[in-house]
């Protein structure tokens, strides 16, 4: 736009405009040439990165010097690439020849798998992308991604910064390189223009998702090694929610439709790591979908009910530093330097600030922490300031611990655990040791929705049944299961007191039948076991076994519905005990353990309520009001959460 100077013919208020007008002008221009000063910056850095190599770089610039939009989508690439690398070495091969194994049905031995547990592959050599990628390599993809850009209408309005992140890049993290947009464009591009022409990006989407499901997909979660190459994927699609998560972004990528990966640092319901696709609506609105999960729809957002505490987007260019000045620092975490994901939180909870006291004053960096039972885990940092911190967009209804850095990088509590709630407001959770309530628990990790899913959905109208025949056409009821269960572990009275030669177990009608133990003993103290012969199989046949092997965690879980478990006795037998466990998590109290009860006490850290074996299948410890509470099983698991105790029960995270 034009700017006239002022001159002493302009007088008055007039004046004063255009003068302001010419000052904006000013400052936007140093602007626009600070930031067009750090890209040079940046770009510069990255061809001196790439060392011999540079030549190649320069080649696809110069390639794109006449197509001004292909040749800043170059630029980005090129600028952000001493971020990226992938791995090299021999065990990779090794590794990948294993999980080839898996998905050809081999099985592979305990050992082995422990062998490759113990490996870290951030030990092997580093390829960076800039020092070895070709110009032929970098020019197919960017033509690639801009082919199927402008060649689908709902791309129409998507902004060039949203291509270059959503559809551009040609690697998602750490894999080798591959060339795979062709490979995935031949098979579920070529799906996706025969089945539609409209301009729905997210109609376009289901098409992808559901060749994507219908495909087989194998959930492995044994070894943990670096993201698989694209085209080892398509041929093998094997591993966690990360590998389902890249197979999905190479498809819809390859078709142009805009997509991302979402994800949490720490559970704050369980001890997991989680990824998750994103699909940016032609609204500009991202909507979660995967194939190993449900379709995109903006009708109903959906989410997989998980707690997360910050969530955050994996990118390919690098994004501004949150905290001015401490990505170098390499005391921090490495999940907070990470240069190459964006907070986005607010995308799922709206923006938020919750301004919380801290006891360590003096402390400049202070981390916002989930717990573990290893630690707690740092997923957010601000900085403190007299006696207090404020963090930026976090999920209400989470319990959080402030956290400051000692000598050595280990974290320690900064003031006292707290709640936060919706518009930034919070629940400090300072015990009252002046104030003691007796607590009744009966679990040490949160019953998660589909855990407590198993408590009904396979259950309720499920009989066991005896008879002298093999046909059961004479059958007792001997038990029905006629409400949802409350614990993982049944002793029985049967119903009828007499002998029997045949007992089955009948699945609710219209159920898959879902179970981990069904025993019988011959006395009520259940110190004679009825030996049970089974005379009748159903699919899969290999997993029947996990119902009398005495382990409450292994289940048999049907194929099909209305089927049902027969056994045969071995002679007329008088049942006095029936011993059942649903399919079931083992969290809850179990008689015979020794557990240990602790409450968190700001900086003085987490202190013992003492420890004690149950005796049933639930403990009582004396507990300070409004504290944050922690049960630990001393004698088995591994799996234990935080919670607080209100109105006589248990409130774990996910249950506030």
Known sequence: FEVKMTTGFVMGKNKTVLTMKYVLFILLALILAACRSEKEKQLEYALDFAGDNRVELEKVLEHYRTDPEKLEAARFLIRNMPGWYSYEGDELDSIHHLLVGV???????????????????????????????????????IDLAFEVWRKYPWNRNLPFDDFCELILPYRI??????????????????????????????????????????????????????????????????????????????????????????????????????CWTMLRDTTGTFLQFGFNEFEASRDTLRHDGRKK???????????????????????????????????????????????????????QYIYLGIFSPGGWIPIDMALGSAGKVTFRDIEPDVIYQTLYQGDGGKLYPAGYPFISKTGGGFVLLKPNIDLMEEAILKRKMPQQKTIAEWAYRAIIGAKVEAADDLSFMQADLLWQ?????????????????????????????????????LALFKDSLCKEKVRLGRINSIEPIAKLEYVTDGNILTYFQARDTSCYLAYDLGESTLIERIVFSPRNDDNYIWPGDNYELFYQDGINGWKSLGSKVATEREIDFLVPQNALLWLRNRTKGREEQVFIYKNGRQYFAFDL
Not at 103 to 121: A, H, L, T, V
Not at 184 to 190: A, L, Q
Not at 507 to 512: E, Y
């Open 173 to 274: 993290a750490d894999e080798p390189l591959s060339d795979w947009r062709k490979l995935y464009y031949e098979d579920y591009g070529t799906l996706l223009d025969s089945l539609y022409k409209g301009s729905d990006v997210i109609e376009a989407s289901k098409i992808i998702d559901g060749k994507l499901r219908k495909l087989y997909y194998i959930y492995n979660t044994d070894f943990r090694v670096p993201h698989l190459n694209a085209v080892f994927l398509y041929h093998n699609r094997i591993g966690y929610c990360r590998e389902a998560c890249d197979l999905t972004i190479y498809a819809m990528r390859a078709c142009g439709i805009p997509v991302a990966t979402d994800y949490f640092v720490y559970s704050p319901d369980y001890q997991h790591y989680h």
């Open 103 to 141: 998905c050809e049905g081999r099985p592979i031995s305990k050992r082995e798998k422990n062998k490759w547990n113990r490996m870290s592959f951030n030990s092997l050599s580093k390829i960076y992308d800039a020092q070895v990628i070709t110009a032929e390599y970098l020019i197919d993809n």
């Open 481 to 517: 299961f006629e409400d949802t269960l409350t614990t993982n572990y049944y002793v029985l009275t049967p119903l009828l007191r007499k002998k029997y030669r045949y007992v089955r177990y009948v699945a609710p009608i219209g159920k898959r039948m879902e179970l981990a133990e």
């Open 309 to 363: 505490g910050k969530v955050y987007r994996y990118c390919f260019g690098m994004q501004a530093d949150k905290n001015s000045g401490t990505s170098g620092n390499r005391q921090l975490s490495p999940v907070l330097k990470n240069r190459f994901v964006k907070d986005v939180t607010s995308e799922y909870f709206g923006s938020n600030n919750t301004t919380i006291p801290i006891q360590m004053s003096g402390e």
